[in-house]
């Protein structure tokens, strides 16, 4: 599948067609963006993890908000409180998801002509590594997983990291590694979405 960000996601009275963005889709997505040289400088710096494309479904499924119609201010909301809310990240992080998420709306705008893109970009100036570094850090965002993982640093424990009993760390995945796990999460998702209908 070619990749298509105009692809129609509305009825024609505006209601979303499906609940949530079409896997092959994503697939494409994810493909595209990797060959951009947006992309591929990710990639070469090991700090690609799909945050583009978690702000898309993000939008989609929880607001209710097409790809093209990502706004600056949808943007905003998803990452400084849904990400916080919903997905278990050190702050430490902040400042990698800010940097693929510029790459991936810059690359939306130069390759795609996303209308938002630019307005985007900027929404995540300088200051936002600061404050989605501490949103993340913040316990009134933490959930029950989250609220594990911070609480075992301080423990001096690192959660982050797969260690095996002797103490050593796991090597690193590589971008295809990455990409082949990414593919068996979507297509675990696929099947649960089947299950269910």
């Known amino acids: 599948m070619t990749f298509d960000l105009y692809q129609r996601f509305l009825d024609d009275e505006g209601a979303l067609i499906e609940a ?5 889709w994503l697939e494409a997505l994810d493909e595209a963006f990797l060959a951009s040289p947006e992309g591929q400088a990710l990639i070469a710096t090991d700090d690609y993890w799909a945050w583009g494309r978690t702000v898309l479904e993000a939008a989609f499924e929880y607001e209710g908000v097409p790809p093209t119609q990502v706004t600056a201010d949808v943007l905003e909301g998803i990452v400084f409180s849904w990400i916080p809310r919903k997905v278990s990240v050190a702050p430490e992080a902040a400042g990698e998801i800010i940097r693929e998420l510029r790459a991936f709306f810059q690359w939306l705008g130069r390759e795609h002509g996303h209308p938002h893109a630019g307005a985007c970009g900027a929404a995540l100036g300088e200051e936002s590594e600061a404050e989605l570094a501490g949103e993340l850090a913040s316990p009134k965002n933490f959930g029950m997983a989250t609220s594990f993982l911070m609480g ?4 001096g424990l690192d959660m982050t990291r797969a260690e095996d009993p002797g103490g050593q760390t796991a090597p690193a995945l590589s971008p295809d590694e990455k990409r082949a796990r990414r593919k068996a999460r979507n297509a675990q998702r696929k099947q649960r979405r089947k299950k269910k209908r």
């Open 152 to 155: 075992s640093q301080p423990a």
């Open 20 to 24: 949530s963005l079409p896997g092959e």
